[in-house]
């Protein structure tokens, strides 16, 4: 598997044929990303700097779309999407973010989107067993750093990437309240299953 960082919080998971975006902005969005095709897009806010499937789509390939909770299978990638509070651009919903599990090569990935708490739904918490990649949002709107290393500590994944959500700041914070330096593999992160569960909480910092 290959993990990206294309901008904003969008994310770019890559194995073999099959390419899943995570988040892309919208061309409304202050974060600007360059047009890239999909075969699945996950939204977890409404908002311009989350929903951009647009962004995700090129040429005349229409990509399979999730917005919101469910349980959705696109070929050999399954995927569940749980509702969680989020405070983004805004006063606290408890249901106004999806966070995603995503099953595929192999390897299970926890896109938590705009999270803004470390108490998951109970729902959510009987599925975050073996986590191979956690992607994290730090920052206000989404989780102090503080919130963050207590839900990484809880929750045990391989990896976690951290993405902040107002700068680089927010990255640094986490860093330091967790205690880890991370990572840094450049712009993207590459993987096979067995080198994913031979990591032990491991910090990636992703341009």
Not at 46 to 70: C, L, M, Q, S, Y
Not at 170 to 196: M, P
Request: glycine share 10%.
């Amino acid at each position: 598997m290959i993990v990206q960082k294309v901008g904003g919080y969008c994310f770019k998971l890559s194995a073999g044929p099959v390419t899943v975006a995570i988040n892309p902005p919208t061309a409304k969005s202050k974060h600007k990303v360059n047009k890239f095709g999909s075969d699945i897009v996950l939204v977890s806010v409404r908002h311009n700097d989350w929903e951009g499937v647009e962004t995700a789509t090129h040429g005349e390939k229409e990509p399979f779309v999730a917005i919101g909770p469910g349980d959705y299978e696109v070929g050999d990638v399954t995927i569940s999407g749980f509702a969680t509070p989020t405070e983004y651009e805004g006063p606290l919903m408890d249901y106004g973010n999806t966070a995603y599990i995503i099953d595929m090569d192999g390897i299970r990935v926890l896109a938590l989107g705009a999270l803004s708490t470390p108490k998951l739904p109970a729902e959510l918490r009987e599925e975050i067993d073996n986590i191979g990649i956690l992607l994290m949002p730090v920052g206000e709107g989404a989780l102090s750093p503080k919130d963050a290393h207590e839900l990484v500590v809880a929750m045990e994944p391989h990896i976690i990437i951290p993405y902040g959500i107002k700068s680089d700041a927010d990255v640094a914070a986490y860093l330091k309240v967790s205690g880890e330096k991370g990572v840094d593999v450049g712009e993207k992160l590459t993987v096979r299953t067995k080198e994913v569960l031979e990591k032990d909480g491991e910090v990636v910092l992703l341009k």
